[in-house]
């Protein structure tokens, strides 16, 4: 994760960092404080099972009923969203947050691994929830290079973690 976040952080875009680590932080704080389970997926949970890259965005999961509150927690910032995704910017941090709906979207907030971003508990999507969440997105991505994204991540994360990641997850 914090790999990630150095390399968001370092990355400008209009003169500004993709991401700022303690924006980040933050707003995994503010979930735990109010009690809002969630996961961290995207790149920057790609980052915390394989090798780590370069992402533009935090991408969170949590469950459909928590997506209000995540609204209210964070007022002002709310940008856009659809019926799959709400777009956020929280000081200069764009957070995309996933409203989980569906029975597997809920079991990623559920399955979460502990991380940690210079030593700020981050709940992370398992890498099984992770790959399955990649699968299901890739043929979606009208973008050809996010398609391609996501199936280099898919790669990456069944690669690196050959030994626990069986046939038939």
Known sequence: ???????????????????????????????????????????LAVSHHAVPRLTQ???????????ARFR???????????AV??????????????????????????????GNIEGTPARVASVRDLILLKMFAAPNRPELAARRQDETDITGLLQMNSQSVAAND
């Open 1 to 43: 994760l914090e790999t990630s976040l150095t390399l968001a952080q370092s990355w400008t875009r209009n003169g500004k960092p993709y991401m700022l680590i303690d924006t980040v932080k933050r707003v995994l704080q503010t979930l735990d404080a109010n009690q809002i389970p969630y996961a961290v997926i995207g790149g």
């Open 57 to 67: 965005d935090v991408d969170l999961i949590v469950a459909m009923e928590d997506a």
């Open 72 to 82: 209210a927690l964070f007022p002002n910032c709310y940008q856009r969203g659809t």
């Open 85 to 114: 995704v709400e777009v956020y910017e929280i000081e200069g941090t764009r957070v995309d947050v996933l409203p989980a709906k569906l029975r597997y979207q809920r079991a990623v907030v559920k399955n979460a691994v502990q």
